[in-house]
């Protein structure tokens, strides 16, 4: 195996490290530290304890020890007999928490079928409780919201607004502005930023394999954005509408089914890489304007420009939907080009990064 054929096998481990980090991950281990999309610890499955790092944190089953998140969303649908902390989005229990439960977040719900066996300690935007706490509770909230069948058996101290059924409370009910709000708007932020951080190195990771294995196939599929964004966005909005109609009328065959959980796994690949040349393509025609010609500058200021406009409401979320359009559109026209091409032509004549000419 030559010095080429060696980098390009550590670009691909590289490749499936990151494939391994993003695909939604399941729980099977007695202790876990886990990080990806969305971890779960399945309905029938027990673990010893859990730290996660992720979009989505969901426990169905039962930790016997403590839980600790970072999240967009933890959910507690099953039973933990530690300790829960999170720094998330929003917090919801909907199961059992033997110990005590601390969140920092930006809604806080405990069901009514939640039960928590200690103390809570929450700061958030709104809280609402509808279940159990065999404990006291300290809440600071902008809103707190007590259910019909809310039940805290100790002392509520509480700092924002009071709502509801304050018949829940078997101990005494005190004010006190000082509790709980301030860690709303620190760790939370703090939170979501440390996702953010999450997957913009993922996609640097990424982007950086795409450029070092398919160099000019990526310089074709910027160019082509530069060239012709229109047709590129079109094209990009109907695969993104196309291909998700295909799938579900694949899957309503019998024969069809694992062809289409296969053909999604595959698109949602190709819906990331055309995000990260979407922004790759976006940076380097930018930069083209000033006279810069550098790949590796314009994959880096796509992909930081991209998680900063995601930052921003509204206007953000539109122009980086645009900008995933034109790379989604890009790329398949690349990819068709490079198929056409690779059937038109002897293999020996189609290189390894795509064909030659578009």
């Known amino acids: 195996m030559n010095r080429k054929q060696v980098s390009r096998a550590l670009v691909v481990a590289v490749i499936a490290l990151v494939l391994v980090g993003t695909i939604p991950a399941t729980v099977a281990a007695q202790s876990n530290s886990q990080t990806g999309g969305t971890v779960v610890v399945e309905e029938d499955e027990t673990v010893d304890e859990l730290e996660a790092f992720g979009g989505t944190v969901v426990v169905e089953g039962t930790v016997t020890g403590d839980v600790n998140a970072v999240a967009g969303e933890v959910r507690i649908n099953g039973d933990v007999g530690g300790n829960v902390e999170a720094a998330a989005g929003s917090v919801t229990i909907a199961g059992t928490v033997d110990g005590d439960v601390e969140a920092a977040t930006g809604s806080f719900t405990l069901t009514e079928d939640g039960t928590v066996g200690g103390d809570v300690a929450v700061g958030a935007g709104s809280a609402v409780i509808d279940g159990t706490i065999e404990g006291s509770a300290e809440i600071g909230a902008e809103t707190i919201t007590l259910g019909d069948d809310a039940a805290i058996a100790g002392d509520l101290r509480y700092g924002g607004s009071l709502e509801g059924n304050t018949d829940a409370v078997a101990g005494e009910i005190e004010q006190d ?19 953010s951080a999450y997957v913009l190195v993922l996609n640097l990771v990424f982007g950086a394999a795409l450029l070092a294995l398919f160099p000019r196939f990526s310089d074709r599929v910027a ?35 694992p062809f289409s959980f296969v053909g999604a796994f595959g698109f949602a690949l190709m819906v990331w890489i055309g995000i990260i040349y979407g922004r790759y393509a976006v940076a380097a025609w930018l930069l083209s304007v000033v006279g ?18 995601a930052q921003l409401p509204y206007v953000g979320s539109l122009l980086n939907l645009l900008i995933f359009l034109l790379g989604l559109g890009a790329l398949t026209y690349g990819l068709y080009s490079h198929r056409k091409t690779a059937r038109d032509e002897p293999r020996s004549e189609v290189g390894s990064d795509g064909p030659t000419t578009d």
Do not use: E
């Open 177 to 195: 502005s000082s509790i709980g709000v301030d860690l709303t708007p620190t760790i939370q932020p703090i939170a979501s930023w440390l996702f």
């Open 223 to 257: 160019g082509r954005v530069a060239r012709t964004p229109v047709r590129s966005g079109l094209v990009g909005l109907g695969v993104l509408i196309g291909i998700p109609i295909l799938l579900i009328a694949l899957a309503i065959t019998v024969v069809g089914i």
């Open 292 to 309: 810069v010609g550098n790949r590796w500058l314009a994959l880096v200021v796509g992909l930081v420009g991209g998680a900063a406009l």
